[in-house]
């Protein structure tokens, strides 16, 4: 709905939300959780079919696609489900914003996403890897998924894969460099850069000029390249409105029927170093006119 005609207390929590808050680029997308899609028996090793970013020479982690499907993310390479027909509506609104369109100018800065929520289990880890994943399979682009959630990092164990130094390390010590840092993976086009080692300055580091400048030399250093941004929970930890400046766009994932607006309304102004905000719904159940995505749930992560 537009935002100049708000629905009674009764709508969707978004509904609501965007009443308050008037945002008119808000991502409308129903929410994300697997299906029980009968999909073909597929081998766990994903191997790659294309050349990895030249900027990368590090061998590929192999990326545990057993441990991916019984926690119910996207497959790479498999037949559509509901799960990853979702993810390319989401996809394509931050593509749009990030690379622009025929009509559409791009966002300055916005090929680095920050994934965020206000609270923990709200899903923005299992929104981070799934954006990540359907990005990836895009014939244009190359993804790196960095793990900035330096308290609680996820992003490595989700995937199954190790890794040792990573963002902290670059951005305390400018004489790392960060591209050396960057885990390539065994999905084409999907590479990760871990949170590093963690200290008791972690937000005030984020929060400095240098990192900053990590991110644009990431930016430059491949035209093509996506930095999907995984960050703490707005509401319980600092770095995701430090890391709001550094950003040209935000993925805020509400939890339907949990995250409060009060809440809400906390965690957005808490990211004002960005403006480009948009939302996505997570944990829904929505039943429309189209049946075309039949029924949506939600997942917790």
Known sequence: MKPDNPRAASGSLIERASAVYDFESMLRVPSVQPANDASPARADIFEPDVALSPTISRSPAVVDLSNLRQKGFIQPGAAP???SEE???????????ALGGRKTAAVEGARAILVCSSQPNEGKTFCSVNLALSMASESDIEVL?????????????????????????????????VERLIIPTSVPSLSILPAGRQTHSDTEKLASARTRLVIESLLAANPARILIIDTAPVLVASPASVLAAHVGQILMVVRADRTGESELREAVQLLDGC??????LNGASYAGANQKYGTYYGHGG
């Open 145 to 177: 998924l960095i793990d900035a959630d330096v308290a609680k990092p996820e992003i490595l164990s989700t995937l199954g894969i190790e890794g040792g130094a990573g963002l902290m390390d670059a951005i305390s010590d400018p004489a790392v460099d």
């Open 87 to 97: 993810f390319r509506l989401v996809k394509r609104q931050l593509l749009l914003s």
């Open 275 to 280: 403006k480009h905000i948009q939302m996505l």
């Open 81 to 83: 489900t509901i799960l």
